[in-house]
């Protein structure tokens, strides 16, 4: 099992950035591949961001590339999402995720979420 918290969340301004956090307990962290997910007000949850276990490949949404970085540091057990260039579209509750595979469609462990609100 492998539990996952995120934190960082809150309500920022159009423009401003935030960064997410994810610490994960439980199996080896760095043997799992780590993805962002948000799921908007009447939207389905999509995928935002992923990082392979040792870091050096990523992979993101074509809506957040250029602003959004994913990170991990495997000492911590943590991944991280800085975001920059927020937009009121980028509202939404983020989860983190994570899974044994890389391109996987079905993720085997989801945190509760964290909200991140953006204002025009």
């Known amino acids: 099992q492998v539990q996952l918290v995120e934190s960082g969340g809150g309500s920022v301004q159009a423009g401003g950035s935030l960064r997410l956090s994810c610490a994960a307990s439980g199996r080896t962290f760095s043997g799992y591949t780590m993805g962002w997910f948000r799921q908007g007000p009447g939207k389905e949850r999509e995928f935002v961001a992923a990082?392979?276990?040792?870091?050096?490949?990523?992979n993101y949404a074509d809506s957040v590339k250029g602003r959004f970085t994913i990170s991990r540091d495997n000492a911590k057990n943590t991944v991280y999402l800085q975001m920059n260039s927020l937009k009121p579209e980028d509202t939404a509750d983020y989860y983190c995720?994570?899974?044994?595979?890389?391109?996987?469609?079905?993720?085997?462990?989801w945190g509760p979420g964290t909200q991140v609100t953006v204002s025009s």
């Open positions: 990082i392979i276990w040792h870091g050096l490949n990523t």
């Open positions: 995720a994570a899974d044994q595979g890389w391109g996987t469609k079905n993720w085997e462990y």
